[in-house]
């Protein structure tokens, strides 16, 4: 039941963009997305609970497409700051309960 | 808002020993979540609780993990005993939920547990 997250892992130059994607095989109530920095704790970006809803945190954004079981979280014009380990967690019914997959990782370069 | 605090946050222990770890949610949360991350099976869930009760406790490993949330403010993790494969940050997570709402997790600052 764990969502599956592709790449596994980027490397960027500051100012490009990348598109990191979270597929489940069961139909989704919400999809959330959190980052996480070396040696810190995850950290809050964003949730999606409509389908094909898109939302945005500063040049971040995503969007839910219900059908597909899908979303895709947005990083446009990158920083140095949105390095770290990019999480999807999966809620399959609205039962509070959020499974997350195995993260991927992104190095932005100056 | 004081956020999700754990304790410790760093605990080294020698195998076959007890080990407890421990979390206070954030006040008003009704649902308190057990995450151990590692390399190779990154943010895995292990149990969690609503309003104090256990709901899922499916991802515990095996029989020498136990859980508890005795109150609203407190829960606990046991490992006894302990082995080094347990070694692993173990995060404790809050939020609240509704049938009207989302709402985040709120991630503890976690404990790294390392079991020689």
């Known amino acids: 039941q764990q969502p599956v997250q592709s790449p596994q892992a980027v490397i960027l130059r500051e100012g490009e963009d990348a598109v990191i994607n979270c597929s489940s095989s069961?139909?989704?109530?919400?999809v959330h997305w959190y980052r996480q920095k070396h040696g810190e704790a995850p950290v809050f970006l964003m949730i999606?609970?409509?389908?094909?809803e898109q939302k945005g945190h500063e040049k971040i954004s995503a969007s839910f497409n219900e059908k597909k079981q899908q979303s895709s979280l947005y990083l446009t014009a990158s920083q140095l700051s949105y390095s770290g380990t990019y999480f999807c967690?999966?809620?399959?019914?609205?039962?509070?309960?959020?499974?997350f997959g195995q993260g991927t990782t992104l190095q932005v370069k100056p | 808002d004081a956020g999700v605090i754990q304790s410790p946050r760093h605990e080294v222990t020698e195998m076959g020993q007890e080990v407890t770890l421990r979390c206070k949610p954030i006040?008003?949360?009704?649902?308190l979540f057990w995450y151990r991350q590692t390399m190779m099976r990154g943010l895995e869930l292990l149990i969690y609780?609503?309003?104090?009760?256990?709901?899922?406790d499916s991802g515990m490993p095996e029989d020498r993990f136990s859980a508890k949330m005795p109150n609203a403010s407190f829960s606990t993790l046991k490992i006894q005993p302990s082995e080094p494969r347990d070694s692993a940050v173990y995060f404790c997570?809050?939020?609240?939920?509704?049938?009207?709402?989302?709402?985040?997790?709120?991630f503890g600052n976690g404990t790294r547990l390392t079991v020689t």
């Open positions: 997570a809050s939020r609240r939920q509704g049938l009207t709402y989302n709402s985040p997790l709120h």
């Open positions: 069961k139909a989704l109530y919400s």
């Open positions: 999606l609970l409509k389908g094909g």
């Open positions: 967690g999966t809620e399959i019914v609205n039962t509070g309960k959020l499974i």
């Open positions: 006040s008003g949360h009704d649902y």
């Open positions: 609780f609503n309003n104090n009760v256990p709901i899922d």
